[in-house]
């Protein structure tokens, strides 16, 4: 283990050695040049150098060249000559060819590990930047995020915030008398933004098992960082989605490791290839957010590398903090490549040797200008510097290989399975489904009664029964008149009870009786 990281070799004869200082790695760094110029070398070098010093490190392969860290170099390799050639030039003496402890990761779950996060934490602020949403739409989502909280139910995937959406969409009204405005239209456009992003792949992203940091901050049994590498080349098809995912990596690092000052070497290193996805495009909000992040992480020991083409493809507050610079050839075309050429050769330390603006302009494949933190984090002066060729393997390994590599992970197995656990869209379903068991019981309630309340409406009268009439004596005289008397009075009765005030008594009473039950 060594206190530096040895990048190449500077001054007159490229002879002068120039290092990375691990004690001020977490000061972040940029790593910038037009296509084709070695950039990726650069970044495989530097995470080499990390891994050797016990430091994981974490970078996405765009072009998949990155996969070849798994494996040593060999003679055999057609550049070998030059390597060979240029390790004496700078002054590599310990030059040889090794592999290192790769894992691999991909969002999709086919060249790698799958990487989960949830909706809840992604949080509103990173999911409105990535499904695009107006300043409206992101204050539904807050709300949404809100009722979650205040319900206690878990938002995890795609269906627990379209249920959401749905049982916000349904009471609107009263949501929109405490929190303002939800309007169905807010909601729709919602709806069919999270539709985009599972068409694009969203929908693999978002779930459980969740992503744990602590498996990406390992060292194996030599000591050596883990050299994480997560598959960008599919991903890059969707690039607010890649964006989105190193923010919100970036964001947990920062979220979930403890204060450590200025250690003597950092804990995590982590490099954003094309970095100016992440911000062309992105609202003010989230500017600041990524500058918060890069000015406080460093306490946490987590070192931040931009790479990207241009030095004005990164905010002007973000640029100024970080202070190790690998600057590869910019080629100046146009009034624009002019004034990012100029404005990349301000930010270093002048070198009286050579005009650094021509520099940058003039170096080749293979060379920089560098400048690297020095002691009390003062920057170093500017220096052209032929970079050191790389221990691991240049390009990419086989599929076969890929799948080797993954299948002896110690973690396979452990992300490959996704868990649904009871979440928002159980609960919500739940509740919908009780709510109906409701209402049909209560509708067939109210079919009993109505049923009941017929059959007392359509009930037989009671008329009385005809009874025969005697032939005899005196006593059928007197039957015959006390029937006389009694069908009087029954036709009377009958009479009124079947006329209008008759009929409002029976409902009355039958009514009366009816209610009591």
Same mark, same amino acid.
Not at 118 to 133: C, D, F, I, N, V
Not at 196 to 212: D, R, S, Y
Not at 265 to 272: A, G, I
């Given at each position: 283990?060594t206190k530096?990281l040895?990048v190449?070799g ?5 002879g002068e050695?120039?290092?990375?200082s691990?004690?001020y790695a977490?000061?972040?760094g ?5 296509t084709?110029?070695g950039?990726? !070398?650069?970044?495989q070098?530097l995470?080499e150098g ?9 970078m996405a392969?765009v072009?998949?060249? /990155?996969?070849?860290?798994a ?11 030059s390597?060979t050639e240029r390790?004496q030039?700078?002054?590599?003496d310990?030059?040889g060819y090794q592999?290192?402890p790769?894992?691999?990761w ?5 060249q790698g590990?799958? !990487?989960r996060s949830?909706?809840a ?9 990535l499904?695009e949403?107006?300043e409206a ?15 206690g139910?878990?938002l ?5 915030m ?11 009204k009263d949501?929109s008398?405490r929190?303002g405005?939800?309007s169905t239209?807010?909601?729709?456009a919602?709806?069919r933004r ?11 992203f ?7 940091l ?14 994480n590498i ?6 890059m098809s969707?690039p ?6 190193l923010l919100? /990596?970036?964001s947990?690092?920062?979220?979930t490791l403890p204060?450590v000052?200025d250690p003597?070497k950092?804990k995590?290193?982590?490099f954003?290839?094309e970095?100016?996805l992440?911000?062309d ?6 500017v600041?957010?990524?500058?918060q992040?890069?000015r406080l992480i460093?306490?946490?020991?987590v070192?931040v ?10 905010p002007?507050?973000?640029l100024?903090q970080?202070?190790?610079r ?5 080629r100046?075309?146009?009034?624009r ?8 050769a301000?930010t ?5 040797a050579f005009?650094v603006a021509?520099a940058i302009?003039d170096?080749g494949v293979g060379?920089?200008v560098t400048s690297?933190?020095?002691r009390k984090g003062?920057p170093?002066m500017?220096?052209?510097t032929l ?10 390994i086989?599929?076969? %290989?890929r799948d080797r590599?993954?299948?002896?992970s110690?973690?396979?197995g452990?992300? %490959? ?10 609960i ?11 209402a049909a019981e209560a509708?067939?309630e109210?079919?009993?009664l109505a049923a ?5 409406r359509?009930?037989?009268r009671y008329?009385?029964?005809r009874?025969?009439r005697?032939?005899?004596g005196a006593?059928?005289r007197r039957d015959r008149?006390g029937d006389s008397?009694g ?8 009479? %009124?009870?079947?006329?209008?005030t ?7 009473i039958?009514?009366g009786?009816f209610?009591?039950?």
């Amino acid at each position: 283990m060594t206190k530096d990281l040895f990048v190449g070799g500077g001054g007159a004869g490229y002879g002068e050695k120039q290092h990375l200082s691990l004690g001020y790695a977490n000061r972040h760094g940029l790593i910038a040049g037009a296509t084709g110029t070695g950039k990726t !070398v650069t970044l495989q070098i530097l995470a080499e150098g990390f891994s050797n010093a016990g430091v994981p490190v974490f970078m996405a392969d765009v072009k998949g060249d /990155l996969s070849g860290m798994a494996k040593a170099g060999t003679p055999e390799h057609k550049l070998h000559a030059s390597f060979t050639e240029r390790a004496q030039t700078i002054g590599f003496d310990d030059f040889g060819y090794q592999g290192f402890p790769v894992t691999f990761w991909d969002l999709f779950g086919d060249q790698g590990h799958p !990487v989960r996060s949830t909706m809840a934490e992604m949080g509103p602020l990173l999911l409105s930047r990535l499904l695009e949403l107006s300043e409206a739409q992101e204050g539904i989502l807050n709300i949404a995020f809100r009722l979650a909280d205040e319900e206690g139910m878990a938002l995890l995937d795609l269906d627990d915030m379209r249920s959401m959406l749905v049982w916000m969409g349904e009471n609107r009204k009263d949501l929109s008398l405490r929190y303002g405005n939800v309007s169905t239209a807010s909601i729709g456009a919602i709806q069919r933004r999270l539709l985009v992003l599972e068409n694009q792949g969203g929908a693999n992203f978002f779930g459980e098992p969740a992503l744990a940091l602590s498996d990406m901050m390992r060292v194996d049994t030599q000591g050596r960082g883990q050299v994480n590498i997560l598959a960008a080349d599919v991903l890059m098809s969707s690039p607010r989605l890649y964006a989105t995912f190193l923010l919100w /990596l970036l964001s947990e690092l920062f979220e979930t490791l403890p204060e450590v000052g200025d250690p003597e070497k950092p804990k995590f290193v982590f490099f954003f290839d094309e970095s100016h996805l992440l911000f062309d495009g992105a609202p003010d909000a989230l500017v600041e957010k990524v500058e918060q992040v890069a000015r406080l992480i460093r306490s946490k020991g987590v070192g931040v590398y931009f790479v990207t083409q241009s030095p004005d493809d990164i905010p002007e507050d973000i640029l100024g903090q970080l202070g190790n610079r690998v600057q590869h050839a910019l080629r100046a075309f146009t009034a624009r490549d002019r004034k990012a050429l100029k404005l990349a050769a301000e930010t270093y330390r002048e070198n009286p040797a050579f005009d650094v603006a021509q520099a940058i302009r003039d170096v080749g494949v293979g060379e920089a200008v560098t400048s690297f933190l020095q002691r009390k984090g003062v920057p170093g002066m500017a220096e052209r510097t032929l970079i050191r060729p790389p221990s691991s393997q240049l390009g990419p390994i086989t599929p076969e %290989e890929r799948d080797r590599v993954i299948s002896a992970s110690d973690l396979k197995g452990k992300y %490959e399975t996704a868990v649904d656990r009871r979440s928002a869209h159980e609960i919500l379903a739940e509740r919908a489904k009780s709510a109906a068991e409701d209402a049909a019981e209560a509708e067939r309630e109210e079919e009993e009664l109505a049923a009941q309340e017929r059959e007392y409406r359509s009930a037989r009268r009671y008329t009385g029964k005809r009874v025969s009439r005697s032939t005899s004596g005196a006593s059928t005289r007197r039957d015959r008149k006390g029937d006389s008397f009694g069908e009087a009075m029954g036709k009377m009765v009958m009479k %009124e009870l079947t006329g209008t005030t008759g009929r409002r008594i029976v409902r009355g009473i039958l009514g009366g009786l009816f209610k009591a039950r």
